[in-house]
């Protein structure tokens, strides 16, 4: 069934690969801050709560993608403050605007594995509690934004999406390219990845699926950082045997992006899409890795 879907945070590493995914299948309107460009996007205000032209009448999904980058600089207070209200403020917008109209029947909004705090050391699925730390506490709040749509809501509570275009593995792979990669810390922490291939199909799946509540975003099966710098190191034809110091990290980052992100440790498994019918097409880290590396 073809559908018209409203995205916000279109331009970033995820909306456009969803928008690239969506728009052979799907009339997607991208939600942008800007005049709109083409009849393909419209104006949107998060502050003062309005959409341009027609609004969301028309539309038959919103999808969420709204946020700052949470590893694009230091976490300075004022930068943490427009971290928590660069999601929540756009969220609780789109959960207003849908609820007042008659049109859209599902509100797939982001959120992120952050949700189960630092050292999530037994394996998490959606009923695992939340942690307690900056992250957790931000997806909580980004989470509980999209209540009142009025419609099946789905919270997207991503992993590492891996393409070599950008996320978590652009970031690594000038680094590993040139034999300076390692694992992070002593390596013992989870990396909750998912092929961006995944991402952007479970997205798509969700659309559709008898679901709502949490969705983990993550393959089934997370490796350790060292398991990842390991895979990725052999694939890459490059050493990574050298430990990344952790002094430098600091430096560069900041203690608190260092130890609740960069070194935090996420078992996270998908149950609800699993349960939901999805299959993904890369179950294993190897063949993610492949796939992402060969992406022109």
Request: with cysteine; net charge negative.
């Amino acid at each position: 069934m073809t559908m018209r879907i409203a995205i916000s945070g279109s331009s970033g590493f995820l909306g456009n690969a969803l928008v690239a995914r969506l728009e052979g299948e799907h009339e997607v309107i991208r939600l942008v801050r800007r005049p709109a460009a083409s009849p393909l996007e419209r104006r949107w205000d998060p502050v003062a709560g309005f959409v341009e032209s027609l609004g969301l009448t028309d539309i038959d999904a919103v999808i969420n993608l709204s946020g700052a980058g949470i590893a694009d600089r230091r976490w300075s207070a004022a930068r943490r403050r427009e971290l928590l209200m660069s999601r929540v403020q756009a969220t609780r917008s789109l959960a207003t605007l849908i609820a007042a109209e008659d049109r859209p029947s599902v509100f797939l909004s982001g959120s992120a594995v952050g949700f189960y705090g630092v050292h999530a050391e037994a394996v998490s699925d959606e009923t695992a509690p939340a942690g307690s730390d900056f992250l957790a506490d931000l997806c909580r709040q980004w989470e509980s934004a999209a209540a009142g749509a009025g419609v099946r809501t789905v919270h997207l509570r991503t992993g590492l999406p891996l393409d070599r275009s950008g996320g978590f593995l652009g970031k690594l792979l000038p680094l590993f390219s040139l034999g300076l990669g390692g694992p992070m810390g002593d390596g013992s922490q989870w990396v909750p990845w998912i092929a961006l291939e995944d991402w952007v199909n479970a997205v798509a799946h969700l659309l559709t699926a008898d679901v709502q509540g949490p969705v983990n975003l993550t393959a089934p099966s997370p490796v350790t950082n060292a398991e990842f710098t390991t895979e990725l190191a052999e694939q890459l034809g490059r050493p990574a045997n050298v430990p990344v110091p952790l002094p430098l990290l600091r430096v560069m980052f900041g203690n608190q992006l260092v130890d609740e992100a960069l070194l935090a440790s996420q078992q996270v498994v998908p149950a609800a899409l699993l349960e939901s019918g999805y299959e993904f097409s890369h179950w294993l880290l190897p063949s993610a890795l492949s796939a992402a590396l060969s992406r022109s």
